[in-house]
């Protein structure tokens, strides 16, 4: 194993690229999606099912683990991958987007943002270094810097001055990481901006000049349209450098992922799979299926015969209709490791078409595909 971070550009195929990221606890094949284990755990999936289904690395969550069960116990245990029985690369957020949008009360200064936790009101203060700080404790492989992320739509105004204080936080941040930083560890910067195109150019190069070692495109995915994100990350990924991975934060469908690969977009998260299959929904090679709907009742097909999951080989969609209406745990446990299983499988399918430089065929023929899903009940 490489002893330290490096990202390779392998192959490209008009916008999508193919590479792998190094690092110290294992390599990460881009395109890749990462599942949100936001508690140190992908929600009801073992993590020996995340490896059976090609899982290079997860996310964590710096917010919920610095509040329950802390950044300093889970470091005297071993560090998180310890804690959570990982042990390949883990990417931490910096906590800022939860302290938006979960703390009972918060104040956004340019120190940091004082906050109540939304488990037990007490007071917190996350600044650019205590946000490192925690992802060093945690022993996270990637981690991000603290920046402000506003909701779309907004005003001008408003972004921008997220923008200015998000980039003093990356500074600061950084400042502490090299300092802190395991051997191998990364810090990423994070370019915000909204949907403003001179506001995300401004916060890419003043993040490029300060020379991070990947760069995540935050902010997007907050109410904007599909066409609106995908044209700022578009816009954003032409001013970051080739030789450095990109990280589309938040997205997401299986449409968006192909849309953004083709866009230049090398790794993503999203609590979608997950979600959705605590909610009855299954992602298939022939669209989503919808386990609440009668009409899977008596279906003995599975969800997917040729499928490498066994959730989706092996168990019929009338036994996981079942399931899913007497609101078995069962059901969320199955239908997660699907959709886990299906995103990995979307991962590795859209790599070997980069690397065989037949991208754009595959796109068309598979968004014509996934778009004929069942409708959300």
């Given amino acids: 194993m490489s002893e330290r971070f490096a990202f390779t550009l392998i192959e490209t195929d008009g916008g999508a690229r193919l590479g792998e990221i190094a690092t110290p606890r294992g390599k990460i094949r881009t395109p890749a999606f990462m599942p949100v ?26 917010y919920h683990l610095m509040l329950r069960p802390g950044a300093e116990r889970i470091a005297r245990l071993g560090g998180l991958h310890a804690f959570m029985r990982w042990d390949r ?28 936790s939304h488990i037990d009101g007490a007071a917190h203060l996350l600044t650019p270094e205590r946000a490192v700080e925690v992802q060093c404790l945690l022993g996270a492989d990637i981690q991000m810097q603290l920046d402000e992320c506003v909701a779309l739509p907004a005003c001008r105004e408003d972004i921008e001055r997220a923008v200015d204080r998000s980039l003093a936080w990356a500074e600061r941040g950084k400042r502490i ?35 991070f070692a990947g760069y995540a495109v935050g902010g997007l995915a907050v109410g904007e349209s599909q066409g609106a994100m995908l044209d700022t990350f578009e816009l954003t990924a032409r001013r970051l450098p080739a030789h450095k991975p990109r990280y589309l934060m938040g997205v997401g469908t299986p449409l968006d992922l192909i849309e953004a690969v083709a866009r230049g977009a090398d790794m993503f998260d999203c609590v979608l799979p997950t979600r959705s299959g605590r909610h009855g929904q299954a992602f298939t090679w022939a669209g989503k299926v919808n386990l609440k709907n009668a009409g899977h ?7 997917d015969p040729a499928s490498s999951c066994p959730a989706s080989r092996d168990y019929s969609r009338a036994y996981l209709h079942h399931l899913v209406k007497s609101q078995e745990y069962l059901a969320a446990m199955l239908l997660s490791w699907t959709n886990v299983a299906f995103y990995q499988e979307l991962m590795a399918a859209m790599r070997a078409a980069i690397a065989e430089g037949r991208f754009a065929a595959w796109a068309a023929q598979m968004k014509a595909r996934l778009g004929s899903m069942e409708p959300d009940p």
């Fill in 297 to 303: 009742a008596e279906d003995a097909r599975p969800l």
């Fill in 177 to 211: 990481f090299d300092g802190l930083a395991s051997p191998g560890q990364a810090l990423f910067g994070i370019v915000q901006g909204g949907t403003d195109a001179g506001l995300r150019a401004r916060s890419a190069d003043t993040l490029v000049a300060m020379d």
């Fill in 89 to 116: 690369p883990i990417l931490t957020d910096s906590g800022g987007f939860q302290v938006m949008s979960l703390a009972k009360l918060r104040k956004i200064t340019d120190e940091g943002v004082a906050f109540q």
């Fill in 37 to 62: 284990g936001t508690a140190a755990t992908v929600k009801a999936v073992y993590t020996d099912q995340l490896k059976a289904a090609g899982v290079d690395v997860v996310l964590a969550n710096t």
